[in-house]
């Protein structure tokens, strides 16, 4: 028996691939990763203490597309000048 496509895609494998405070920046950043046909999600950190801007999101994705993804978003601010911090770490999934 055949086995489906989507049997050999690795689940509940995201990361936090970076952080954005620009809602414009993330606007493109959104556009280009539909674009590319890359899933992604967008997770808005309760501010801290330490965290007190509004806007900061983090985007995320799955981690077999994080390089394609981290080029996209590299050549996105790196052309409009936006500050990005990249995170890379394994995203802490609330729902599981």
């Known amino acids: ?10 689940v509940n494998n995201e990361i936090e691939l970076c952080e954005i405070a620009d809602s414009d920046c ?5 556009q280009a990763l539909l674009k590319e046909r ?23 994705v799955n981690d077999n597309v994080k390089e394609t993804a981290e080029n996209i978003i590299r050549g ?3 052309e409009k000048g936006y500050p990005v911090k990249f995170l890379m770490r394994k995203a802490q999934n609330q729902y599981l």
């Open 1 to 10: 028996m055949e086995q489906p496509l989507y049997t050999s895609l690795k």
């Open 26 to 30: 993330k606007k493109l950043i959104e």
């Open 38 to 60: 890359i899933s992604y999600y967008i997770r808005w950190p309760k501010p801290s203490l330490f965290h007190r801007r509004k806007n900061l999101c983090v985007i995320c």
């Open 76 to 78: 996105i601010c790196d």
